[in-house]
């Protein structure tokens, strides 16, 4: 199969590259950026040239402005990679006659419900992104047959900045730090969900899917979590969101549901636990490499 990847240097897109070349695909990495081939999401004409050239079969969209917080301040830029972006892919596919395969979020819900989310639950964004990420699944929608959007959260991974990279940054510091303990989400392993996303593509899937590691935790939980693996003393104190401000206003729980992409392709997603010691063991291998004794 020919896959051509979008944002292939992020978290997400790096995992999807391998993957799919595990799987023997020919795959095309592009990015904003070299050393990928470069293609800007947000120029409609260069999409369509590389897309009649390169023909794929599929094209997975990891590109985005995922700073959540930064959108609330540079919305024009949120609406252009976020909205107007995925609608130029998903129309410069139907042209080419391949399908695509597109990433959401989580902060398209607005986090009143207390139970986990399905693909068929009302949208309510809350923040610049999750609009902008909202607006991006209907420009997609609207713009092509064969589409599949997955909304996906809390990712972790070992290419780039997340959120558990930075609080173990912090705590090798510090003796305490405090986490929000009140935002519950499933966290996500980059490569667990870059699996997926092939398995979903092998399935033919078509429509919305939620994927996401199996269980829940807080921001808090994963903290603490992830610091007691390294093995650091820091002392983790959960604290409520109130005590944390920040621009965007997040979902204070957004689960979400993985019964569909499991029913689709037979295979239930990896505990967060799980997957998380996977990851510190890179992390520690990888910290170790760059930091001999
Ligand atoms: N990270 C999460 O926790 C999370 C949670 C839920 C959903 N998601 C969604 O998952 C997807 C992947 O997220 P991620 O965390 O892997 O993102 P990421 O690490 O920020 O990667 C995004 C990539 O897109 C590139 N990019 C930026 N502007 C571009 C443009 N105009 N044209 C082409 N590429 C461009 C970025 O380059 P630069 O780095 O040079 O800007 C980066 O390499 C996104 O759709 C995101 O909304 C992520």
Redesign the pocket.
Known sequence: MKILI??S?????YEVGIVCEGQGDTVFRT???PPSLQ????DASAIRGMLSTMKPDWVIN?????DVDGCETNEELAYQ??AK?PGNLARACEEVGAKFLH????YVFDGSKEVPYTENDETNPTSVYGKS?RAGEIAVLESIEHYSIVR????FGPQ?K?FVSTILKIAKDRDKITVVNDQWGSPTYSKDLAKALRLLIDSNAQGVYHVCNRGKATWYDLARKAVELVGLQTEVIPVPTSEYPRPAKRPLNSVLSTRRFTETTGKLMPAWQISLDKYIKEYLMEYRRSNPV
Do not use: F, H, P
């Open positions: 979008t944002g240097r992020g978290l997400l897109g990015d904003i950026v293609l800007d999401i947000t990891c590109a985005a402005y995922t990679l976020n972006a990433i959401s979020t989580d990420k996906t959260q809390w990712l780039g997340n």
